[in-house]
């Protein structure tokens, strides 16, 4: 174990991923464009990784032997570089720069910028992909980082996704563990209309990963099935979170238009104030 | 006779010369490695072969991911389904990531042969160097291919080698020293310049030979390896000093080497041109033989061109 100097009480956690959730709401305020919904939905999963999973050192990012995050689904950048920015990879002034021109947090994550961001991504079903050679390469090396990734329950519908899943299975990636932000949701709707891939669990299932179901807005189950992951040898895991899109901010819950839209300026304070 | 070797065959050999000199080298293939060679490195380092299945954009993900943690990935599928199918992974995770994955893709061209248009990549160049931070290099011969395997796992960043099917005469010299960015002169001449890349160089080469024979015209023949980032100042250096161009390539005229070229000159010395590739229309089954005649990639297209734009 390396990075943090004390494990964070699930209080703590709960404080940290309402600190991050107005970090969002207040940088994609500022913007003017960008993702809430799925930056919130995933936002308790991300504090836990970040304030209690991961073994990363924000003095040193690049750390051969640090844990990697890969967040798939890009759109979801505000809550990786608060996440960064909250775990002292970068000041958090700099959070309120985000999609400005000479910005280094572009609108969605590009590889080092800044430290911390893993690899690029944005076009979704890519990013489980590059988890995979990150775990291939762990192997390789005969070290015993972990990769986590990400996923979007709509990105999943892309078949690079079920490509990589069956190679993750093949080669008996158990340093990888995948997270579904099972919110429910995607652009155009819900996911059952837009284009219905259940059953979600068995198909997981049946491309041989371990798979786990939870609520993702309880640190109690978050952090079981983290740990429960690292139990599991010989094959992957997928912790299919269930959550909700736009989580903590009233009038962006299980609303669809919040996907890719951010909020104007009323909308802004009326956020932060629930926030608080 | 001169010796003929695929390019693929000298791509698996040096894959293995690379693979004993370098620990960090991986190799990645979607299910056609004993036709791209890879399976020579399989057999020789098992643990550092990844056989993805037929799955080349989830090979190009892959790859970027191993990439990332220090390894030297080398991605290989025919030429078509690397730079088609999985054309927006290389872009966006690799490219954009500028990682240290190398892409070489076998089987280009019409020279495929009796495969047919589905497996005929005439696209790959001008598909590959549209995007930013990527190098693409196209040998002539397995003494090229064999330099340019080792000098890209030496630099840092995305390549992509394209390499055919057939076998090809060997036309350079093992002491001669290869460089990416680099053209060649292959013969010099002061009536106009043939630009080749591929398995194009030697009709270029048998092209000027017959000219000069004939008489009267003196073409100075160019191998072009690098296509990007291709060589400004040769192609200038050569328009000014023979005052006409003639491009081939076994790719479509738009977007391939010819308009690499094209690009240099309009902005900077500005002569006739003609270009040597195929017009926009797919591929066909055939020897390549038959092939090259009917797209138009003979030595006596060549000529015809030369002797057009030295006309002109
Ligand atoms: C390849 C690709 N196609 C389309 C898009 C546009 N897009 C961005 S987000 C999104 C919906 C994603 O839904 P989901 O994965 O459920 O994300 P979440 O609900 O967690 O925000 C789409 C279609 C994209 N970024 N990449
Ligand atoms: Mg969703």
Redesign the pocket.
């Given at each position: 174990m390396f990075g943090l100097e004390e494990q964070m009480s699930i209080e703590k956690l709960q404080v940290k991923a309402t600190e991050i959730r107005r970090d969002i709401i207040a940088m994609l305020g500022e913007a003017g464009s960008g993702?809430p919904?799925?930056s919130l939905?995933a936002a308790d999963i991300v504090t836990a990784l970040y304030f209690s999973v991961l073994n990363i050192d924000h003095k040193n990012p690049r750390r051969e032997d640090r844990d990697r995050f890969v967040l798939s689904?890009g759109?979801?950048a505000p809550l990786l570089y608060s996440a960064l920015a909250e775990r002292g990879y970068f000041p958090k002034d700099e959070l309120m720069s985000l999609r400005k021109f000479g910005s280094r947090l572009q609108g969605h994550p590009k590889i080092g910028s800044p430290p911390g961001v893993e690899i690029s991504s944005?076009?979704?079903?890519q990013g489980l992909s590059v988890a995979n050679g990150m775990a291939m390469a762990g192997k390789l090396d005969g070290k015993d980082y972990r990769v986590y990734a990400l996923l979007?329950?709509?990105?999943i519908e892309?078949g690079q996704i079920w490509e990589a899943a069956m190679t993750a299975a093949h080669y008996k990636l158990d340093n990888l563990c995948a997270i579904l932000?099972f919110?429910g949701?995607?652009?155009d709707g819900p996911i059952v209309e837009v284009m219905n891939s259940n059953p979600i669990r068995e198909k997981w299932t049946a491309f041989r990963w371990n798979t786990m179901e939870i609520d993702g807005h309880n640190f109690e189950e978050i952090l079981r099935a983290f740990e429960e992951a690292k139990k599991i040898k010989g094959k992957p895991t997928i912790i299919i979170a269930h959550t909700i899109?736009g989580k903590g901010v009233s009038f962006m819950e299980n609303v669809v238009d919040f996907?890719g839209k951010a909020p104007t300026k009323e909308q802004t304070r009326q956020a932060l104030e629930e926030l608080s | 006779m001169t010796e003929m070797i695929a390019t693929r065959d000298a791509y698996g050999k040096t894959l293995v010369r690379l693979g004993e000199i370098d620990k960090d080298v991986v190799v990645l293939d979607a299910d056609l490695s004993k036709s791209t060679k890879t399976h020579d490195f399989a057999k020789k380092f098992p643990e550092r072969f990844f056989q993805m299945g037929i799955s080349e954009q989830d090979m190009m993900g892959t790859a970027a991911g191993l990439a990332t943690c220090g390894k030297i990935p080398f991605a290989s599928t025919f030429a078509i389904f690397a730079s088609g199918r999985a054309w927006e992974q290389i872009r966006n995770t690799i490219c954009y990531s500028n990682l240290n994955v190398k892409i070489v893709a076998t089987h280009a061209g019409i020279s495929v042969g009796a495969d047919g248009s589905s497996h005929q990549c005439i696209e790959d160049i001008s598909l590959m160097r549209t995007i930013a931070n990527m190098t693409v290099i196209v040998p002539c011969d397995a003494v090229e291919t064999g330099k340019a395997v080792m000098t890209a796992a030496a630099m840092k960043g995305p390549v992509y080698i394209r390499l055919g099917r057939a076998k090809v005469p060997i036309i350079l010299n093992e002491d001669e020293d290869f460089e990416i960015g680099k053209g060649k002169v292959l013969i010099d001449g002061s009536d106009a310049t043939i630009i080749a890349c591929g398995i194009m160089v030697e009709k270029a080469l048998e092209a000027a030979q017959k000219l000069r024979v004939r008489g009267g015209t003196n073409c100075r023949v160019i191998n072009i390896s690098t296509i990007k980032p291709i060589d400004e100042q040769l192609i200038i250096k050569a328009a000014r000093e023979t005052r006409a161009i003639v491009t081939a390539e076994e790719h479509m005229s738009k977007g391939g080497l010819g308009s690499a070229v094209a690009e240099v000159i309009v902005e900077n010395e500005p002569v006739p041109m003609r270009m040597i590739a195929i017009k926009d229309r797919f591929g066909e089954s055939g020897d390549p033989g038959e092939l090259f005649r009917e797209f138009g990639l003979t030595e006596d297209d060549i000529i015809k061109a030369v002797e057009e734009v030295v006309k002109k």
């Open positions: 993702h919904g799925g939905s689904k759109h979801a944005g076009s979704l079903g979007g329950d709509g990105e892309e932000d919110n949701l995607q652009i899109k996907h | -």
